[in-house]
């Protein structure tokens, strides 16, 4: 008795094992997404069944790795799949990135427009009034020396007015 049940159970596993197959190849011909899931549930069995038998899970993520055609006729895999996203993600962060700084330049743009407009702001000819300012600044810095070599002449003037009166009263 024990050995009929034992070759009832193999023989219900290999009917399972030859449905998966089946599955399998029917999934592949048809093009559809393959995953375990799927496969378990269009052959009638338990996702653990294919979890349990190494091969039969082997030829599963082997279609899986293979490439699928497209509508276009082009052959695409999960992995390049993958990869496209990854890609597409990233050119996403560097756009979402642009699209912040250029915020950022049109906001300071806008303000900085505005406070033209206020009349609060600085004059557009900033640059002719620094040069301006840095002209008379030279020339304090001129009239500066003049006023003192002037002193210092003035001083010499009264020094030799002082010696000739003190030499006057004297005589």
Do not use: C, F, H, Y
């Given at each position: 008795m024990s050995n009929a049940k034992t070759h009832g159970r193999q023989a219900d596993s290999a009917?399972?094992?030859?449905?998966?197959?089946?599955a399998l190849s029917t999934t592949i011909a048809s093009g559809e997404e393959i995953s375990v899931s799927a496969l378990a549930r269009q052959a009638g069995v338990d996702r653990s069944f294919l979890y349990r038998h190494a091969d039969l899970l082997a030829q599963v993520h082997a279609a899986q790795a293979q490439p699928t055609?497209?509508?276009g006729?082009?052959?695409?895999?999960?992995a390049s799949l993958q990869v496209d996203l990854v890609n597409a993600q990233d050119r996403a962060n560097r756009q979402a990135s642009?699209?912040?700084?250029?915020?950022?330049?049109?906001?300071?743009?806008?303000?900085?427009h505005?406070?033209?407009?206020?009349?609060?702001?600085?004059?557009d000819d900033i640059d002719q009034m620094k040069r301006r300012i840095t002209d008379l600044e030279q020339q304090v810095v001129d009239l500066k020396e003049t006023l003192t070599e002037r002193d210092q002449e003035l001083d010499?003037?009264?020094g030799a007015n002082r010696d000739l009166i003190s030499q006057l009263n004297r005589s």
């Open positions: 009917r399972r094992r030859q449905r998966v197959i089946n055609k497209i509508s006729g082009s052959s695409v895999t999960m642009r699209v912040r700084q250029l915020e950022k330049k049109l906001s300071e743009l806008m303000g900085d505005a406070w033209r407009e206020s009349g609060l702001g600085a004059p010499a003037a009264r």
